[in-house]
C-alpha cells in the first residue's frame, strides 16, 4: 500500500511563519555540512573541489575521466579542467587506456594518497561530530532514510 504523500503545514493565521519543511531542514543541514568540510579541507591544504575526486580515486584507482564525471555529478568539461589542475599539482597521473585508446584512466600519485590520507581524518572528524549523541541504530536509520531520499529525487525532472 503506497503511504500517503506529506502533507506541508499550513501557513498559521496570525502570519507566524510556519514549521519549516523536511526539506528545508535538510537544506540547511547540508549548508552547514558543506561549510564544515570545506573549512576541514583548507586546513589540510585541499582544494574543496579535489575532495570528491581524492575520495573515488581511493577507492577505485583507474576509472576513466567519464566514470569519475559520474561519481562526482559534474560534467565531462568540468571533470577535466579539475583533473588538470590536480595533475599539474602532483596528485594524479592520466595515462591513456591500453586496451581502449579513446580513453584515459586517471590514478591517484604517493603525494595525492598521502593527501587523502590527511583529508580522511577530517572528514571523519566532522562525521562524528554531525552524528553526535546519535545510536548505532539511529545512525543506521538516518543513512537507510537519506539513501531513500536520494532514490526518491533521482528520477524527479523539474
Known sequence: MKEKPFDPPATPASGACPKPTIGMELSETSKRLHDCLRKASEAVGLPQSYRMFLFHLEHESGLTQLELAH??????????????KMERDGLLLRQTDEKDQRNTRVYLTDEGHALNARIHDAMFEVDNQLINGFTKEEQALFESMLKRMNENLEGMNL
Open 71 to 84: 561519481r562526482v555529478k559534474l560534467s565531462a568539461p568540468s571533470v577535466s579542467v579539475t583533473l588538470q
